[in-house]
Every structure is written in structure tokens, then in C-alpha cells.
């Protein structure tokens, strides 16, 4: 399990970046974290002409508050999401979901841009953002524009970001009044992707939730926006009935991969189970 | 009489220091001069013809020294095929290094790559052509008996490896007058060891002196030495193997694989060292897998719950070979031998076939047979106290064989000296607090949280003598040699043939000699693992390292008390019988007072032998040989509680707490017995929950790397509570038995039993393994 | 090509050239020598090779060698030395929280630094700072208590300091 050979080249800008990739003609991989992008090489699945490495481009760090909402570097560290006090406040979901991702030391070493850029489809962040209704900043020859995190998840490990673009940064609306959170997954062991998760947040007001928005994963191709579900519940004060619906309306939400070691049936089972769950223990944040 | 002072005591692992502090020795970290460094490519398909492999591209590829083949290579090592005498008609096709026209699994070597890195080597392995006409592979043990399914190999007649019945006289007439007969059907799936320190090897060839030393990490240096001295034709006592510290084996790293022969073969020709470390994703198509049992089982019982017979039918799915030098027949053989072991069941048949498929061969691996036995035995048992109302510790008191019924034999005719399962069932009840934990359960139930508790006893089967192997023709030792020396400063060295992989081998060594002579377990350097400086012997397998390494060791060490006291006599003019060794020195046995220190005799014996007596052997150096006698094994037997949380809606199970008690004879050491069996059980419940080696129906394994194999990890792990019962065996002056494979052998069943307790509410029933969400929610119904 | 890389190794100053497909775990234990990182999965799903990086633990086999240019690594050897985890070391041994050794040097770490950031962790917790160190031998059980006494004894080493 060696990697095949490679050139490697650290960045100091995002500009820079890009024109080392446009340089090696596309025959290239960025490198954050690395903990997706190496063990692949390792693997021998993908063999680039040249790593790009993103670690020291400074605008692709920090965690700055504006105007109402949170800027997260997508060179941050997955411990981040678990220990920043600005993350708890303004992402709380990141805050959530980190502690289901992988193991401390990967979790050391991993960034939030490279776990969404990756798109895995039983990854714990995609959710999360696509749940905050987060913006991701994307970077490209052309300038900087921000895509919704809705638009963003294309299709498995695929993503609105075009060959040589980078991600520079998550933007995360920040809790309003009342707002309330859920977070969990079923995984076979501790840290393992899940079988089947879920990222919920809304709005608590005295008539009910509004606002309410579901991010599930590892139920289909990237995370899914429970649509049906979110509406079952808008309105609605949280009580046995109204998780019903919601869980009820999962079978038109979804329509999971189907495998002999996990079958459609089971996700959409472990779905409504799971969603039942986070609903009936929903956090209050802001 | 044997000293106690040591045997018995919690002393520390001196070799843990080396770990601790990061200076372990292991193959994977050797570096030779002149090294070379070795990958294979290898089939990816599971059946097909080489059609063409061209792998002129490769030798040129940079840094690569050497390509073989085949045809290049295979031609100097004598092909090896792992068949049994004693496993009477057993078949299997004759094996060579690299793939000779056929492919026989995905993961079968095809072309050996030597260059200077093993990146380089990975890089030539790309440029590579190998052209293989696919064909259908053999992927299901049933299938493969189908008439008209082809063949698994050339070489063969069919694809049953072997089949054998054992059946007592009274079998069918038990069954006839049964008032109850329970019975199910089981899979157990098919798992691997996954050594953390994968399988590696450094051969070293020096053509100069004929010389071949080959590192390698294993737990039976004498018997690599005797296969690569027989198979490339040098005398064995050109043969070195070196087994510094091994990262795991558990039977593992016991077994002949076509890479370690390949980089001896290597070295052969190159004349300069070759390295092979298996890479993660080679271990899971290439290191034996385990298990892959499917069986049929019944009951039958009496009105009041008396086990009156079993009847089962195993069938065994061992991959493309079997093999070398123990056969994969072995697993088989004990799991229909160790049906109903703990009962007083008289009557018995056990059914076994033993079935090729294009896999990776399974073979030994920790607690050989003895979870399929233990899990369907104990299932079956759990079963009939269902339906006959009794409570589960109920029906084992019913049946277990009584403590002063010694020595019994079994259905399966297997001799147990003395076993203790009463008292541990006695014993196991009270640590767990049984029925205040029943009665736990009953309340939790009403509130919707399904808990259970799983019991399982069961025999293990230790210290076992030629009969294993050796009668069926297989050169495998079944004794074990020591040579215990008083160096001249009046230190203790033992050189030993048992090896260590962690479990402690050379510390209770130490313990064992230091008693016999009046020393502490630190004054004792123990050595291991190196065929050119210890004795010959069978080394680790089968749980032997305690109880005959130990009586080796023991008697080693008395030969050499003899020797110092007849030194001490004569220089002190004394009658030797009335002298004792204690505290490092000869003392007067009467009066315990000093006579002479250790240190002194090693002076004399080794400066002044011009002083001693004509005759007195001053050698200070004692070896002893010891093979088991008495009875074949010396079984040793236990009780595993598992209590188990079901999530009913999404099948995710929570190990809460496990419980042990355990017979193993005298214990040398109970730090070290107490963390065997804590390892040992979680072994057996990585494969109970997690462990599963998936395969498509081409034959491909689909989960082959550390990602998506599921191991058992802490976070999912329960603390195991221990108690001990102690039976030595009178077979040997030390008495004890063997530890190692205990856990194994009884956790699984010990959780099938507590998920399916569990379960019960909800009349749904698990009985295949590993005892997934998805499986579970399928006998709930919920998929 | 190869490419020169700077870093300060269990407090040495290192200078090697190497590919940049050379992974850190690969530098220390090939180049260096520095063997008690051990390789078990070389994809970060057994822990044997945690090292800690600029005081974090991380996967060496994760980290380029290049990546690691200008940075500080501690091996198992270095915090052997230091004596920064004889405690640790201490209750290892009694304990008999190892057997083969191999994965001992990704235990010590990950118990470094959960102690370092969580001085009285509960044993859920400790499983939990362990949940990406395989370990084949043990059943894990001694390990958590290893590590629960060594947190035991630096809790009562700083009452006793009060």
C-alpha cells in the first residue's frame, strides 16, 4: 500500500493553487487534511501528477463572525468543530455532528472543507451544513461566488466545485430566537460512517416549529433533504403524532441504495427510526 | 514437591519494558544489507487460465532487481500438499509458490516483483500483463457438492475435501424415545485473525556458507525450519528461523503460505536478503481465514430435560486447498468432536464435509472448532429450557457431567481427566448476581429495554500430545525441549523451544525455573524463538506454552538443581539430599541456613573444576526434553455469562458485561491467565457482532480492508469479570493446563444465547453469526 | 523528484530528501529508523502509528513526509525519553495492558493525549479517546484501566502537591 509516484507543491495562496493545478493541466489533487486523499493514493485508486497542498494558505483558515453570519476556513480542523466556542455558538450543528466523526486523532488532522469537498454520503458534515442551510465560498479563476449547501452535494464524492476550484470557506447562518437543534446517527461502532444519520434544526415558537429543516445521510447519493418531513412538521408543536407524519413522510423523501448487506427497506427502517429519535430530543441553542 | 514462592504470583512481563518503550524487535522492522524488497501481483479473479503474463515491462520498470514466475521460480521448492493420514480419504491438489496455469482465488500470487523499495516494487507490480480466461468460480460450500458444479482446482476428483461420521450405537433409539426434540440451523461466517503486525518475513540466503536464516514472524520457528530445509532440499541444521517479537499469530502465522516460500525461494536464487510484509489489503485475500460453518442440529431430551443425544451436521467451507502442514480438516474434526462436551450426553452422531470453494483456504485459527461447537451445543440447550419451562442455569445443572464423575468419557470419545463444571456454574451464577440481574431484566422489559443473558459451558481442549498431527504423518512436534544453565556469575539462563507473542510465555518460564531453583523469575533470562539457540520443540500452538512448556521447564530446572547441589556437596563435603537452594544460594535443608552461594558454585564449576571430585559433572547446564503422556489432552473447561442490550428498533446490540470461570489447573500466573482470557473472549465476540469476511457471488471479497472488515474496538467492548476454579492436572508435576484459547471458545455462544434471550419476548430468533442490525431487524421482522 | 524537508524529530534537528509520495511513518521508520511507529493498516483505521505533530496526535501514515517539513514530531521513542509517559509506561506494565506490543505505541499516545486535555476521564471516555486503536490481544479492558490509574495517580500527585 504505497502510493504511486507524485509531485508535490504547497501553496501560499489560493491563486497560487489554482494556477499549480492549471499548470499540471488538471492532472491534479488538492490536498487538505489529507485523510481522504492519501489513503486513496495508498490504495492506488486515483494517481495524480501533483499534490497541491492547501495547509498554509491563510485564507483558507480562521473563524470570523459577520454579519450575522459564522465564516468557517475550510482548513478547519475537525477538533475545532468540536472545541471552538464561536463554532458551538453560531454552526452548533458542526458541534454536534463532530463528535461522531471518525476518532480524536483523525479528527485532529481532518479539515471541515475537506470532509465536505469529499462529499461522502455517510459523512456527519455534508448533513450538518446542508441543515444550517450553510453557503459554501468557492474560488475560481473567474472570482469568488457562494453556492447554497442544497446545490452543493451533487451526487456521490461530487460537488458544485469544478475541476481546479477551491473551497476557501463554509458560511453558517447564525441561530435565531428559539431556534433548535438535533443530531445522530446508527453506526456499527464508535467513529464508523453510519448506517443511516440525522441533521435537524428549526425553529421553536409558541404555535410550533417553523423553519424546519432535515438533512439525512447515508440514505442516498449525498445528503438528502427530508422535504415531506419538514413539512409534516412546519406548524406543529413536537408530540407523538406529529413525529409520526414526519416519519410517515420518509417514504417519499427517500429512496436509499439498495445492497444485500444493507437493503433499501433497512435505511428507510433505520431512517424514520432515527428521525423519530433526534425529533423527540431536540436541543434549544439560541 | 514444588516450590511455590513464584509459581502462582502476579509477577510483571520483563518484555513488556521493551514496548513500552518502543524498542520492540519485529520482522516488519528488520533492515539487512543488500535487502530487497518483495510484492506480488495476483489473481483478480477467482477462477480462470493464465492466459498471458508478460512481465518484461516490470523488470524493466526502475529499481527493480528481479521478476519471477512460475516457471522461474517454482521449479526449486517441492510442491507441498495439505493432506492428513489420519483424516482418512482427505484430498487436496498439490501447491506450489506462484500460480502454475491456474488461478485458484482472488489474492492468489501469480508473479513475484524484488526491487529496491516496496513503492517500487508496487509501481512495477502496475506494469505488469496478465491476461486470465475467466471461469466460474465455486463461491457456496453447498453449491459445490452439486453434481455437475466444476471443479475447484485441477488435481482434485470432486470438491469434498473430506467427510467423516462419528455415531454412538444408541443414537437412533435416543431420538425414537425422546419426549422433546429441539433443533435449528447455524451459520457461523467466515473471519480472519487480523494480526496487527501483518504476516512478514526477511530471508537471507549467504551462498557463501550455505547458510539460510530466515526472520520471520510466527509462533513455530521448528517447524518453518523443517519445512524450508525439506522443501528446498538443505539440511535442517542450515536453516535458521528467527522469531523476534510477532505482532499476533493465534494460529495465524502457523500455517504455510505460498509469499514466505516465495521470498526464501528468492533469497535462494539472489543470494541477498528479501523482505515481504504483507500490506493490509494482501492480509485479507491472502492470510487464512477462519470458520464459515453451516450446521444442522438437534436435541433430544427426556421429560425432565436430560440431554439423551445430539445429531449434527457440519459442513465446512475451507477455501481452494487445505492447508500445509495441519490441514484445514482440523477445524471440522473438533467441531463435530466437541458436540455436547460438557454433558453426560450418552449418545451422539456427528456429520462432517469438508468442502473446497474458490477462497482464501481457512484453517487454525484461536479456539480451533471449539466456538461452532460451543455455540451450537449451548443454543441448542438454551432451547430445550425454553420449551421445557426450565430455567437456563437449571437445565446445565440437570446435565453437566457431576464433579466427582472423573474420569468420564464422551459420546465423541474424548478422555476428561478431572473437570470442574458445577463448581463453576456455582461460581459463575454468583459472580454475575444471576437472579438479581433476572430480575433487573423483568423490569427493564416493561419499559421496553430488552436485555439478555446468554450462558455457555464448555471444554478446551490443551496440552496436546502427538495425536494431533503426528499420527496423521505430520512433522509437527508434539514435545518441547529447555536447556536450564547456572551461567559462572550464578545467574539462570533458559533456552526454550515454547515462543512468546505477548501472552507471557518467557515470564511464567521464568517463574517456573526461578522455583526450582531458589532464585527470582528476574535472576531467569529466558530466551525464545531462534532454532539455532534453543532445543527443538512443537513451540506455540493448541495452548501448550503453560502446560508443557512449563513441565519442560520444571524438569529442566530440577535436572539442574541436582547438578548444583551435587557441586555444593562436594565442596562442602555434604550429603546433597541434605542441601536446598532458596534465596539464591545452597542452603542446609534443615535449617534453611546458608551454605554457599549460586555465584560461588558458578566460580568454581566454571574457573576451578580442578577442584571438584573426579567425576563431578561440572557443566551446570541441564537439558530436558518432555512429550505429554497420560491422556491425549488435558481438557480444561469453564463458564461464560454475556449480557447483552438489543435495540429492537434499530438491532444494534450493546455488550454490557461478560463473565468468565474458568479451569485451567494450576495457574502460574494469574495476571497473565486473567488478561489471555479477557483477549481470548473479546476474540470470540469480534466474530459474534462485527468480524465478517463478504464475498460476492464472483467470488470477490467485498470488504477486504481495515475500513470495512469490522474488527472489535474499545468503544463497543465489555469489561469481563474472571473467577477462577483450579483442577491441576495429575498428568504432570506442575499441573497446569492451558489458557489461551478459554475466551474464544464460549463467548460467541455465551452472546447468541443472551441476544436471543433477549429476543424471546418478541418470538424472533438469531442463529447465524456475525449477529448484525441488519440480521437482527430481519428476525424482528422489521426488513 | 525528491524534496529536501527540515524537521525537528523527538527534539533533533533532521534534514532527509525524499519522494513526496514518502509517508511520515515511512521517513521515521525507514529513514530514520525510528521503529516504534508501527504500520498496521497504513490507511488510519488501527492507530499504530500515531505520532504526535506539533503536539497533536496524528496518523503518520496519513502525513506526508513533505507535509511535515518545518514541523515538530515526537515519537514513542522521544516521549520514552523525555520521561513524559513513565507513568503511563508504569501502569501499562502492571496491568499487562499489552501483549504482542504492537499496537502499544498508538495506546500510549492516544492516552497521552486524552490525559493531556482530560485529567479525570471516565472509562466510557477512555474507550472512547480509543476508539481508533486496534488492539488484537488485549480485550482492551486492561488497557482502560491502565490508563484510569495512571490518570488516578497524576490527580492524587497533585492533591498531595497542594
Known amino acids: 500500500m504505497k502510493s504511486p509516484a507524485f509531485e508535490y507543491v504547497r501553496a501560499e495562496s489560493v491563486a497560487d493553487a489554482m494556477s499549480a493545478y492549471a499548470e499540471a493541466d488538471g492532472d491534479a489533487v488538492y490536498l487538505s487534511g489529507g485523510h481522504s486523499v492519501v489513503p486513496s493514493l495508498a490504495l492506488r485508486l486515483q494517481a495524480p501528477a501533483l499534490l497541491i497542498d492547501l495547509s498554509n494558505i491563510a485564507a483558507l483558515s480562521g473563524i470570523s463572525l459577520h454579519d450575522g453570519w459564522l465564516r468557517i476556513g475550510a482548513m478547519t480542523r475537525h477538533v475545532q468543530a468540536l472545541k471552538d466556542p464561536l463554532i458551538a455558538a453560531h454552526a452548533p450543528l458542526f458541534t454536534a455532528a463532530a463528535p461522531f466523526v471518525a476518532h480524536p486523532a483523525i479528527r485532529n488532522r481532518g479539515t471541515l472543507g475537506g470532509s465536505l469537498a469529499h462529499a461522502d454520503p455517510a459523512s456527519e458534515f455534508p448533513a450538518a451544513a446542508v441543515a444550517m442551510r450553510a453557503e459554501l465560498e468557492i474560488a475560481s479563476s473567474q472570482g469568488i461566488r457562494r453556492v447554497p449547501a442544497d446545490d452543493f452535494f451533487v451526487d456521490i464524492y461530487e460537488t458544485a466545485i469544478e475541476p481546479g476550484e477551491v473551497l476557501q470557506a463554509i458560511h453558517v447562518p447564525s441561530p435565531v430566537a428559539g431556534q433548535v437543534i438535533g443530531f445522530d446517527e446508527i453506526a456499527r461502532r464508535r467513529g464508523d460512517y453510519a448506517m443511516v444519520g440525522a441533521a435537524v434544526q428549526a425553529v421553536s415558537r409558541g404555535s410550533g416549529l417553523e423553519d424546519v429543516s432535515i438533512a439525512l445521510f447515508s440514505v442516498g447519493n449525498h445528503p438528502v433533504r427530508a422535504r415531506k418531513a419538514q413539512a409534516a412538521l412546519t406548524g406543529r408543536m413536537i408530540d407523538a403524532d406529529a413525529i409520526a407524519d414526519a416519519q410517515a413522510a420518509l417514504e417519499d423523501d427517500l429512496d436509499p441504495p439498495d445492497d444485500p448487506q444493507f437493503p433499501a427497506s433497512m435505511r428507510l427502517h433505520l431512517a424514520r427510526v432515527l428521525l423519530g429519535r433526534v425529533l423527540a430530543n431536540l436541543e434549544a441553542v439560541a | ?783 | 523528484m525528491k524534496a529536501d524537508i527540515t524537521l525537528t524529530v523527538n527534539g533533533e534537528a533532521v534534514r532527509e530528501t525524499v519522494e513526496p509520495r514518502t509517508s511520515l511513518a515511512d521517513l521515521l521508520r525507514d529513514n530514520l529508523r525510528l521503529t516504534g511507529t508501527h504500520l498496521g493498516c497504513e490507511m488510519g483505521a488501527c492507530g499504530a502509528c500515531l505520532v504526535m505533530l506539533d503536539g497533536v496526535a496524528v496518523h503518520a501514515c496519513l502525513v506526508l513526509a513533505v507535509q511535515a517539513d518545518g514541523q515538530k514530531v515526537e515519537t514513542i521513542e522521544g516521549l520514552n525519553d523525555s520521561g513524559l509517559i513513565k507513568d503511563l509506561q508504569e501502569t501499562f506494565h502492571d496491568r499487562n495492558a499489552l501483549q504482542c506490543g504492537f499496537c502499544t505505541n498508538g495506546m500510549l499516545m492516544s492516552a497521552y493525549a486524552l490525559l493531556a486535555g482530560n485529567s479525570d476521564p471516565s472509562r466510557d471516555e477512555i474507550r472512547d479517546a480509543l476508539s481508533g486503536n486496534y488492539c488484537r490481544c488485549t480485550g482492551y479492558e486492561a488497557i482502560v484501566d491502565a490508563i484510569s490509574a495512571a490518570a488516578d495517580h497524576r490527580l492524587n500527585k497533585a492533591k498531595g502537591a497542594q
Open chain 2, 1 to 783: 514437591m514444588t516450590s511455590t514462592d513464584h509459581i502462582g504470583q502476579s509477577h510483571r512481563r520483563e518484555n513488556a519494558l521493551r514496548h513500552l518503550a518502543g524498542r520492540g524487535r519485529f520482522v516488519t522492522d528488520l533492515a539487512l544489507p543488500r535487502m530487497v524488497h518483495a510484492a506480488f501481483v495476483r489473481s483478480p479473479m477467482a477462477k480462470g487460465k493464465i492466459v498471458e503474463l508478460d512481465v518484461s515491462a516490470a523488470a524493466e520498470a526502475p529499481g527493480v532487481v528481479r521478476v519471477f514466475t512460475a516457471e522461474t521460480l517454482n521449479p526449486i521448492c517441492a510442491p507441498w500438499t495439505g493432506t492428513l493420514d489420519h483424516f482418512a480419504g482427505m484430498k487436496s491438489a498439490p501447491q506450489n509458490m506462484l500460480a502454475e496455469g491456474q488461478v485458484l482465488w482472488a489474492g492468489h500470487p501469480v508473479a513475484m516483483i524484488l526491487a529496491h523499495s516496496r513503492a517500487e516494487a508496487e509501481d512495477a507490480c502496475e506494469l505488469v500483463l496478465l491476461d486470465i480466461e475467466d471461469e466460474e468460480a465455486v463461491v457456496d460450500g453447498d453449491a459445490a457438492l452439486v453434481e455437475g458444479t466444476p471443479l475447484v482446482s485441477e488435481g482434485i476428483d470432486s470438491n469434498l475435501c473430506f467427510r467423516t461420521v462419528l455415531e454412538t450405537p444408541g443414537l437412533d433409539e435416543a431420538f425414537a424415545n425422546a419426549a422433546h426434540v429441539v433443533e435449528d440451523s447455524f451459520t457461523f461466517g467466515r473471519h480472519t485473525a487480523v494480526t496487527l503486525e501483518p504476516r512478514a518475513v526477511v530471508a537471507d540466503f549467504d551462498p557463501s556458507t550455505g547458510q539460510l536464516t530466515v526472520h520471520h514472524g510466527t509462533q513455530t520457528p521448528y517447524q518453518f525450519q523443517d519445512v524450508y530445509a525439506h522443501q528446498f532440499g538443505l539440511p535442517d541444521n542450515k536453516v535458521r528461523v528467527i522469531a523476534p517479537d510477532v505482532g499476533g499469530s493465534f494460529g495465524m502465522k502457523l500455517h504455510v503460505y505460498n509469499e514466505e516460500m516465495a521470498v526464501v525461494a528468492a533469497s535462494l536464487k539472489l543470494g541477498r536478503p528479501v523482505r515481504f510484509v504483507a500490506d493490509r489489503l494482501e492480509s485479507f485475500v491472502s492470510d487464512v481465514h477462519a470458520r464459515d460453518h453451516r450446521v444442522s442440529a438437534r436435541m433430544a431430551m427426556d421429560a425432565q430435560g436430560t440431554i439423551l443425544a445430539m445429531d449434527v451436521d457440519d459442513m465446512t467451507q475451507i477455501g481452494a486447498i487445505s492447508t500445509y502442514p495441519r490441514t484445514s480438516v482440523a477445524e471440522g474434526n473438533q467441531v463435530i468432536r466437541l458436540m455436547g462436551a460438557p454433558y453426560t450426553m450418552p449418545d451422539y452422531r456427528g456429520r462432517l464435509s469438508v468442502v473446497f470453494q474458490n477462497k482464501v483456504q481457512t484453517s487454525q485459527y484461536r479456539a480451533v472448532g471449539h466456538p461452532i461447537a460451543c455455540a451450537v451445543t449451548e443454543a441448542l440447550v438454551d432451547r430445550a429450557a425454553e420449551q421445557l419451562d426450565l430455567d437456563p442455569i437449571e437445565i446445565r445443572q440437570r446435565n453437566l457431567v457431576a464433579d466427582d464423575a472423573y474420569p468420564h468419557v464422551s459420546a465423541t470419545g474424548y478422555q476428561f481427566e478431572k473437570l470442574s463444571h458445577h463448581a463453576a456454574l456455582a461460581k459463575l451464577r454468583e459472580i454475575m448476581g444471576y437472579d438479581a440481574l433476572r430480575a433487573e431484566q423483568a423490569e427493564l422489559r416493561k419499559q421496553g429495554i430488552y436485555r439478555g443473558i446468554g450462558i455457555a459451558s464448555f471444554v478446551e481442549i490443551t496440552n496436546p500430545g502427538a495425536a494431533f498431527y503426528g499420527v496423521g504423518g505430520a512433522r509437527v512436534s508434539a514435545q518441547d525441549g529447555a536447556i536450564v544453565r547456572l551461567t559462572p556469575s550464578g545467574e539462570v539462563h533458559c533456552a526454550i523451544s515454547v515462543t512468546e507473542q505477548g501472552q507471557g510465555t518467557e515470564t511464567i518460564i521464568a517463574q517456573v525455573v526461578a522455583d526450582q531453583l531458589g532464585v527470582t523469575p528476574d535472576q531467569v533470562k529466558v530466551t525464545t524463538g531462534d532454532t539455532d539457540t534453543t532445543p527443538s520443540g512443537g513451540a506455540t500452538w493448541a495452548c501448550r506454552g503453560a502446560g508443557i512448556g512449563g513441565e519442560t521447564a520444571l524438569r529442566a530446572g530440577r535436572r539442574l538443581q541436582a547438578q548444583i547441589l551435587a557441586i555444593a556437596g562436594a565442596v562442602l563435603q555434604a550429603e546433597p539430599a541434605t542441601l536446598a537452594l532458596a534465596g539464591g544460594t545452597v542452603v542446609d535443608k534443615a535449617t534453611g541456613k546458608e551454605r554457599i552461594t549460586l555465584a560461588e558454585i558458578g566460580r568454581i564449576a566454571t574457573y576451578r573444576p580442578d577442584t571438584l571430585p573426579e567425576g563431578c559433572d561440572n557443566s551446570l547446564t541441564a537439558v530436558q526434553h518432555f512429550a505429554p503422556t497420560g491422556y491425549p489432552f488435558d481438557f480444561t473447561n469453564g463458564i461464560q455469562a454475556s449480557h447483552v442490550e438489543v435495540d429492537i428498533e434499530t438491532g444494534v446490540t450493546r455488550l454490557l458485561k461478560h463473565w468468565v470461570v474458568e479451569d485451567c489447573g494450576r495457574i502460574i500466573n494469574p495476571l497473565l491467565v486473567d488478561e489471555q482470557i479477557r483477549g481470548g473472549v473479546v476474540q470470540g465476540l469480534g466474530p459474534a457482532f462485527f468480524e465478517e469476511c463478504m464475498y460476492d457471488d464472483m467470488g470477490q471479497m467485498t470488504n477486504a480492508s481495515l475500513a470495512d472488515y469490522l474488527v472489535p474496538m474499545a468503544g463497543e467492548m465489555p469489561d469481563i469479570e474472571i473467577a477462577h476454579i483450579e483442577t491441576p492436572t495429575l498428568d504432570t508435576i506442575l499441573g497446569a493446563k492451558g489458557v489461551g484459547e478459554a475466551g474464544t471458545a464460549a463467548a460467541g455462544a455465551a452472546a447468541m444465547n443472551a441476544v436471543n434471550d433477549a429476543l424471546r419476548p418478541m418470538g424472533a430468533r438469531i442463529s447465524q453469526t456475525p449477529m448484525t442490525p441488519l440480521r437482527i431487524l430481519t428476525a424482528l421482522g422489521h426488513v
